[in-house]
């Protein structure tokens, strides 16, 4: 997941959102998130379940440090040293998936690779770099139409396949990670109406 320098010396503001659905929402897609983590340990194979526990956990680290909790200076290298084993794990499972031969699978996690790094690029940009920033949401939007892609692509398998559950499983989880990215992309880029206080440094305000 990208991540956000956070500053312990500062407040974070609270959000608004907790007056609406909003949090229901969103805690619900984590929540049914986490419920795909148990269902690939009982269905899936290792490295489906590697892959989807440390995404998870990499979530919740980029929750906690963009949806306005608190955060205090002590907890900043405990929370790098989580991440740093979760992206390992990660990279375990795209070398896991191609040693296996998975390619779709492969292909999937390259992609959300690229979206995360596309998104830690826009975070990071200066809010003048307007051209910069439209590059970086057409590469962004060619990347979610081959995730939409590949959960279609699985979604087929489930009508035709050897294993249609296996299929099915993939293809729900393909569709809770991308709405799970868009409450990223809202938590992040601060969409109004969620919340107002959400920005973040850098190249953010440019999508205005």
């Known amino acids: 997941m990208a991540r956000v320098t956070a500053d312990p010396s500062k407040p974070r503001p609270r959000r608004g959102f907790v007056r609406s659905g909003w949090t229901v929402g969103k805690w619900g897609i984590y929540a049914l998130l986490a419920a795909d983590v148990v269902l690939y340990s009982l269905y899936g194979r290792l490295t489906e379940l590697i892959d989807t526990a440390a995404w998870l956990v990499l979530l919740m680290l980029f929750e906690w440090e963009t949806g306005g909790w608190p955060l205090r200076a002590r907890w900043i290298p405990v929370m790098h040293g ?110 109004r109406g969620v919340g107002k206080n959400t920005r973040t440094s850098g190249g953010a305000d440019a999508l205005r």
């Open 82 to 191: 989580v991440r740093l084993l979760a992206s390992v794990a990660v990279v375990v499972a795209v070398v896991g998936y191609a040693l296996e031969r998975v390619w779709l699978d492969f292909f999937n996690e390259v992609t959300w690779l690229g979206v995360v790094a596309l998104l830690e690029l826009e975070v990071r940009l200066p809010r003048d770099a307007v051209r910069l920033h439209r590059l970086r949401r057409g590469l962004a939007a060619v990347l979610y139409v081959a995730l939409v892609g590949f959960l279609i692509t699985w979604a087929t398998m489930g009508f035709g396949d050897e294993n249609p559950q296996a299929a099915w499983l993939d293809t729900w989880d393909a569709l809770l990670w991308l709405v799970a990215f868009v409450v990223i992309e809202l938590n992040v880029f601060g969409v």
